[in-house]
């Protein structure tokens, strides 16, 4: 995952956007999560995938959304498969417009509300050509606006230390080779743990560990794209062994690193 820093506070250093376009066949995911929003635009066929204990289908002109960090898996619905256009957004991007609110949960994981539809939508219009981040991060401010709109988001907070939690990301950000404990990041953020973990979960959906676990990955990732050897990798980013590795790799991607590393090939 690219960071891109931006000026200001903790909370305007964030991913940048990932867009597809992928057709798929036969082949299924499975279960794995995310640690950002996922907004996929099914152009033609059936998406199916089972989230929150449910089966979804989403048809040509609706939305899939996945809250991060919530277990998913994907197939098509027909023999003919589908094709979908998609983009996935970095919590802490969508925090610049929220200004510390709980990320919104739009817990059907399809939706056919135009509102929506109409922000994302010219994010997918030309994935040729890069996104400007003028244009992302207004359309950040209308996401918010809408995402909150359609779940009645409360007003209040409910988060106790906003900065610890900003700062706990930034120390797992700059530490990409092992693992921070939650004992470890009170001590540097000087906020208790437990709350340090509601707090961060609230605004950027998952918990600390799982965040620090998928940078890591990321950077596994990149080491594999580098035709490192994939007990090297794992080894460089704080995994006990190539094994252990996997397992995390394709929980976080419903592939392994070995199939990953083929597909690339």
Not at 71 to 86: L, M, P, S, V
Not at 212 to 220: E, F, Y
Request: some cysteine.
């Amino acid at each position: 995952m690219q960071d891109t820093s931006r000026p200001g506070t903790d909370t305007c250093r964030y991913a940048a956007p990932v867009r597809v376009d992928i057709c798929v066949g036969d082949r299924a995911y499975a279960p794995h999560r995310h640690d950002t929003y996922v907004f996929a635009l099914t152009c033609s066929g059936y998406q199916c995938f089972d989230y929150c204990g449910e089966t979804r289908v989403s048809r040509p002109g609706e939305m899939a959304v996945l809250h991060p960090d919530e277990k998913h898996d994907g197939r098509a619905g027909t023999e003919n498969g589908f094709r979908y256009r998609g983009i996935s957004i970095d919590p802490a991007a969508l925090q610049m417009a929220l200004d510390g609110r709980p990320l919104p949960f739009i817990a059907d994981g399809v939706t056919r509300d135009r509102r929506l539809i109409d922000v994302i939508s010219p994010l997918l219009a030309d994935l040729k050509t890069p996104l400007e981040t003028d244009v992302f991060e207004t359309a950040l401010s209308e996401l918010a606006d809408v995402m909150l709109e359609m779940t009645g988001a409360p007003e209040t907070q409910g988060i106790v230390n906003t900065r610890a939690a900003q700062k706990a990301r930034t120390i797992i950000l700059e530490t990409p080779d092992r693992a921070i404990g939650l004992g470890e990041l009170e001590a540097l953020t000087g906020h208790n743990r437990w709350q340090l973990s509601r707090d961060f979960k609230a605004l950027y959906g998952t918990s600390p560990y799982r965040f620090g676990q998928l940078r890591r990955l990321d950077r596994a990732r990149d080491l594999v794209r580098e035709k490192t050897p994939l007990a090297d990798a794992a080894y460089a980013t704080g995994f006990a062994d190539q094994a252990h590795f996997t397992r995390d790799f394709k929980k976080a991607h419903g592939i392994t690193p070995k199939a990953w590393q083929a597909a690339l090939r």
